[in-house]
């Protein structure tokens, strides 16, 4: 089941999306552009300190939307790929690496 989401999420729509947007074969055209503000959360098991994340969790399309944040403010951290942003979130909840932390939306009420 993973591989089917991951491979969904990550190799079809979007790329597909973006490509036909690009290249175009004449399916699509492009009446009008909208920018929406995104925002993600970095999310830790703990009260961690910023300089004890060595890495940070997170599907590949928030790891490129917070990208640029994360070079500013914390670039010796590694980053590593997950399926989803909740699965980021779930693995670091684990408490398993305890230098771990997720970037992903705001929860419920937050």
Not at 24 to 29: D, F, P, Q, S
Not at 68 to 84: C, E, G, N, Q, R
Request: charged letters at 15%; one cysteine or more; hydrophobic letters at 45%.
């Amino acid at each position: 089941m993973r591989s089917s989401l991951w491979r969904t999420s990550a190799t079809a729509v979007v790329p597909a999306t973006l490509k036909e947007l690009v290249v175009g074969y004449g399916l699509w055209h492009m009446q009008a552009g909208v920018q929406l503000p995104v925002t993600l959360h970095l999310v830790d098991a703990g009260e961690q300190a910023r300089g004890v994340i060595t890495t940070v969790l997170s599907h590949p399309h928030a790891h490129a939307q917070c990208r640029k944040w994360l070079d500013l403010h914390m670039p010796d951290v590694d980053t590593a790929f997950s399926i989803t942003t909740a699965d980021a979130a779930r693995m670091v909840a684990d408490g398993r690496d305890l230098n771990a932390a997720a970037s992903g939306p705001p929860g419920p009420g937050a």
